[in-house]
């Protein structure tokens, strides 16, 4: 944005774009054709009804936070900025608490954490919901004469204030809040535009949830502060057609995009083969962050959607975490993202060495270069010795954009930043992630890291679920020592033929993958049925509660190999 140092606020930047038509959310259904758009103007009118909605319905003190449960994204919007106007703090939180168990157990967390003033919802199913609070109000957004309620007295605006909570995926345990201040976001607004070259005329499509911080950020707040449309598909109708996007990026002449790994390879395999009806030519940047990128998946969706004029060079790895708003980290759009060739087993003893042969080979790709005004620091948390470029350690940041949580705060030559958790190296100003400390196990002396197992064991035979395994260390039954283990769930249509001999046959599969790609001596692979693994609302296995099912006995399988039978 131009002149944007008098920002100090969010609803700053909403006045500012409030007259500016180019600003918009379109909603598209689930053939990708558009059912309803909000412009900033509009947005500004709804905004000033839900708050004062909101402090017609609260008033007087009283805890600050109001989860915002919406799965029309438009309503989402509305609420957001209703809840900023009544000078409250949005929380934003799963929007289908009454049809999706995940998403009940995490609005469960969030209200039981945040202890509401009130909850903002779209539809009379959600407000029905049983995990709803009974002793705080809950407001139903998109109701007629909404826009025109009278507007509440406005806020004294700074840049400490409150800008939302933002709740972590939770991958490894429950839930973390993460409470971020107007200067955070606007730094990282700032930074994002310049580091992805947005401008008024670029065009974001995006299927990720607004409850996170990539949707409610890439989709939400950076096309507010540079002026642009963003054009928005249900995530549930993204995974029924993984179609949808490139239709729309294609219909809309998309210019910036972002997913984690998992969606582009998602599309690779169930966009079909005609992929040349797209036109993908504009799109300039295709943000891939969230989890860890694989050259595997860039190379795949850049051949599927060749046809289509994808760009391989538009792909942006990155970087980030809620903590930091979103991005730490990225690439620049236009230049072809880097990948090493490591040693695997050196990576699993902490080094960063040439690997010995091709059995020993590891890609790893380049997260790109810190943002403006970001520092990013590998360290031996040991020691707190900054590490070298051929050792992997612990990554530390800080930066305008990033708000230090409780117990991860650390202090590098007198600057307060964050500790992550998760591990990589350095080399010249380039990031590179290995994991992350909790997601690693160690076994003989050496490192493990649970995603890359899981993505060689789902590799191992079609019958398996990509991105729904879990390798781990467990203890089966009557074991007082813990053994690496493998949950894989098997798809639903090749469930039923799966007997005692295709289930041994694909079990060994698996352990051979895992045996010559990382040396991991695989005793106990379990093959479960679709659905089985316990996973975050984004998809993240939750080995913590696998570990508990396995050792308790309590995960209904389809066949079991090894001890623990």
């Known amino acids: 944005m131009e002149n944007g140092d008098d920002m100090h606020h969010l609803l700053d930047l909403l006045d500012r774009r ?20 909000l412009t900033a103007g509009e947005l500004d009118r709804r905004s000033h009804g839900v708050a004062a909605r909101l402090l017609a319905s609260c008033p007087g003190p009283g805890s600050p936070y109001v989860p915002i449960v919406a799965r029309d994204p438009l309503a989402f919007l509305e ?41 903002v919802v779209d539809t009379p199913e959600a407000a029905a919901a049983p995990v709803m609070p009974d002793r705080c ?12 309620a009278p507007r509440p007295p406005r806020h004294e605006r700074t840049p400490r204030d409150a800008a939302y909570v933002q709740y972590t995926s939770g991958s490894l345990g429950a839930p973390k809040p993460v409470l971020l201040r107007q200067h955070h976001v606007l730094a990282q607004l700032a930074q994002a535009a310049e580091a992805f070259e947005e401008s008024p005329e670029s065009v974001c499509v995006s299927w990720v949830p607004l409850h996170h911080d990539m949707g409610l950020v890439t989709a939400v707040l950076r096309p507010l502060w540079s002026g642009y449309t963003s054009v928005l598909l249900d995530p549930f109708d993204f995974v029924r057609d993984p179609a949808l996007w490139p239709r729309a990026m294609s219909d809309w002449r998309a210019t910036h995009t972002s997913a984690p790994d998992f969606g582009y390879a998602l599309c690779v395999r169930k966009a079909g083969e005609d992929t040349g009806g797209f036109d993908l030519t504009p799109l300039r940047v295709a943000r891939s962050a969230g ?26 790895p990155s970087y980030g975490l809620a903590e930091a708003t979103l991005t730490v980290t990225t690439c620049p759009p236009g230049r072809p993202p880097e990948i090493r060739t490591l040693s695997a087993a050196a990576l699993r003893r902490g080094r960063v060495e040439e690997p010995a042969g091709p059995a020993d080979e590891q890609e790893v790709v380049s997260c790109g270069t810190p943002l403006r005004g970001t520092r990013v620091e590998v ?35 007198g600057t307060t930043g964050h500790r992550t958790g998760d591990l990589g190296f350095t080399d010249g100003a380039e990031l590179f992630l290995i994991g992350r400390a909790k997601e690693r196990f160690q076994l003989a002396g050496e490192n493990f890291y649970s995603v890359e197992l899981e993505a060689a064991a789902a590799a191992a035979d079609h019958r398996i679920r990509p991105g729904r395994t879990a ?81 308790d ?11 623990g039978q």
């Open 291 to 316: 989890e860890p990128v694989r050259a595997s998946t860039m190379r795949a969706f850049a051949g599927a959607f060749r046809a289509a004029g994808f760009d391989p060079a538009a792909f942006t």
């Open 79 to 119: 609420a957001f900025f209703g809840v900023l106007r009544a000078g409250l703090v949005p929380v934003p939180a799963p929007g289908m608490p009454h049809t999706h168990r995940g998403h009940a157990r995490r609005l469960a967390g969030i209200v039981e954490a945040s202890a509401p003033r009130a909850v």
């Open 471 to 551: 390798v781990l260390l467990a203890r089966p039954p009557g074991r007082a020592a813990p053994v690496p283990v493998v949950l894989a769930e098997c798809r639903t249509e090749d469930a039923d033929g799966i007997d005692a001999g295709t289930g041994r046959s694909l079990a060994r599969s698996v352990v051979s993958a895992l045996g010559r790609g990382s040396g991991l001596p695989v005793s106990v692979v379990w093959l479960v049925p679709a659905g089985t693994l316990p996973v975050t609302t984004s998809g993240k296995i939750r080995r913590g509660r696998c570990r508990d099912a396995f050792e």
């Open 553 to 563: 006995d309590s995960m209904p399988t389809i066949y079991r190999y090894g001890q």
């Open 137 to 148: 109000p809950v407001l139903l957004v998109g109701e007629p004469g909404a826009a025109g």
């Open 18 to 37: 409030a007259a500016d038509d180019r600003v918009r959310w379109v909603r598209l259904d689930n053939s990708a054709k558009a059912t309803g758009e």
């Open 379 to 413: 360290i031996d948390p040991g020691t707190r010795a900054v590490l070298g470029p051929d050792a992997v350690g612990e990554v530390w940041i800080s930066g305008p954009q990033v708000a230090p949580a409780p117990g991860a705060a650390h202090d590098i030559d």
